[in-house]
């Protein structure tokens, strides 16, 4: 699975890891405050490492915020 450190424009650190040929995620590193994000890549390209910053932080622009769960788990005691 491929992995790549990407800087976005305001300076924070994401790691982009290809979770499918249709999604790949932008998780937080180093203190980065900001959610993971979901994206579909590009048609174009399957390997994060053959984009430039440009193209990333596009797709970091277009991204949806990973959010929690809503509710509790039915499968959880209590």
Do not use: C, H
Request: aromatic residues 8%.
């Amino acid at each position: 699975m491929a992995r790549r450190t990407f800087s976005d424009r305001s300076g924070e650190r994401w790691e982009i890891v290809v979770q499918s040929r249709s999604e790949w995620e932008f998780a937080p590193v180093e203190g980065n405050p900001a959610p993971g994000r979901l994206v579909a890549p590009p048609g174009y390209e399957t390997d994060p490492y053959e984009l430039s910053v440009e193209e990333l932080q596009r797709l970091l622009d277009a991204a949806v915020p990973r959010r929690k769960p809503k509710g509790k788990s039915p499968f959880l005691d209590g």
